[in-house]
T-cell receptor, first 114, second 114 residues
């Protein structure tokens, strides 16, 4: 079974500052890793994913994440945030066995202040 | 394409009442999922389906039933609602075998049980 830990429940930052949202996972098998974003009163949409290959993956809206197998981490970063990045961010893991079920972390609420 | 749609958007039930939530997708996806989202808990998988006529339990299936009579629809039923089922329910779908592993989410149904 897999599990995901998002180390910060809330992250406040100022506009144009860099941000890192931390995610660690636990699994006995190889996994795929995802970051989803949820804007207020909306469903979730995919930001980026790691399936294989380069450990640095780039997503939409200027976000990127780095897969670190030895540290079982998949931290999300953005060099300069905007007010519009205010949202909740979820890290998720799926095993490579084909069921495609996602296990989500509890989420990190990013608030960008002017 | 409408993507993933959910009906209704909001509902208030009294304890013991029953209801059915409808999820529809127009992307010809094989896999469909029902999640519930509670504050500070992230998303938890209730039931999922890997094809028409097949369903399986997720992490929190108790008190819910599902049916997938048509490929494009996935129904979630509450036979006897309880206050603990107050939550936001999300449906998602994904296309198996395309190597994208992305789940597409609906806008959610906010259910309150009094």
């Amino acid at each position: 079974a897999q599990s995901v830990t998002q180390l910060d429940s809330q992250v406040p930052v100022f506009e144009e500052a860099p941000v890192e949202l931390r995610c660690n996972y636990s699994s006995s098998v190889s996994v795929y890793l995802f970051w989803y974003v949820q804007y207020p009163n909306q469903g979730l949409q995919l930001l980026l994913k790691y399936l294989s290959g380069s450990t640095l993956v780039k997503g939409i809206n200027g976000f990127e994440a780095e897969f670190n197998k030895s540290q079982t981490s998949f931290h999300l970063r953005k060099p300069s945030v905007h007010i519009s990045d205010t949202a909740e961010y979820f890290c998720a893991v799926s095993d490579q066995g084909g069921s495609e079920k996602l296990v989500f972390g509890k989420g990190t609420k990013l608030t960008v202040n002017p | 394409n409408a993507g993933v749609t959910q009906t209704p958007k909001f509902r208030v039930l009294k304890t013991g009442q029953s209801m059915t939530l409808l999820c529809a997708q127009d992307m010809n996806h094989e896999y469909m999922y029902w999640y519930r989202q509670d504050p500070g808990m992230g998303l938890r998988l209730i039931h999922y389906s890997v094809g028409e006529g097949t369903t399986a339990k997720g992490e929190v299936p108790d008190g819910y039933n599902v049916s997938r009579l048509k490929k494009q629809n996935f129904l979630l039923g509450l036979e006897s609602a309880a206050p603990s089922q107050t939550s936001v329910y999300f449906c998602a779908s994904s296309s198996h075998g395309t190597s994208t592993y992305e789940q597409y989410f609906g806008p959610g149904t906010r259910l309150t049980v009094t």
